[in-house]
């Protein structure tokens, strides 16, 4: 079954940065697009970053264009979001996904990892 695993939250001061990473399991990870999403507490999930099956392509949010980056390994199955100069907006459960123009497995979700952002 499809299956994402997310990792590297934590605790962070304004400014700093955290790397997650979202194992995927059970779907040709090499053939889909991928995606972060977050949500903060009683707010939407919100898409934050998409990358292209082979990486060529990515896609941000405004509010973090120029501090995330989204990045893959096919051989790892993984994909990563880099997240530098961290504000306290950023706070929120991430989540990863399938998908580069739509969600496409919108009945599988993991876990998520909590970032939270705070002096």
């Known amino acids: 079954q499809v299956q994402f695993v997310e990792s590297g939250g934590g605790l962070v001061q304004p400014g700093g940065s955290l790397r997650l990473s979202c194992a995927a399991s059970?779907?040709?990870?090499?053939?889909?697009?991928m995606r972060w999403y977050r949500q903060a507490p009683g707010k939407e999930r919100e898409l934050v970053a998409a990358?292209?099956?082979?990486?060529?392509?990515?896609k941000y949010v405004d509010s973090v264009k120029g501090r995330f980056t989204i990045s893959r390994d096919n051989a790892k199955n993984t994909v990563y979001l880099q997240m530098n100069s961290l504000k306290p907006a950023d706070t929120a459960v991430y989540y990863c996904n399938a998908g580069f123009f739509t969600t496409a497995f919108v009945n599988d979700w993991g876990q998520g990892t909590q970032v939270t952002v705070s002096s």
């Open positions: 059970g779907f040709t990870f090499s053939t889909y697009g």
């Open positions: 990358i292209s099956s082979t990486g060529d392509n990515k």
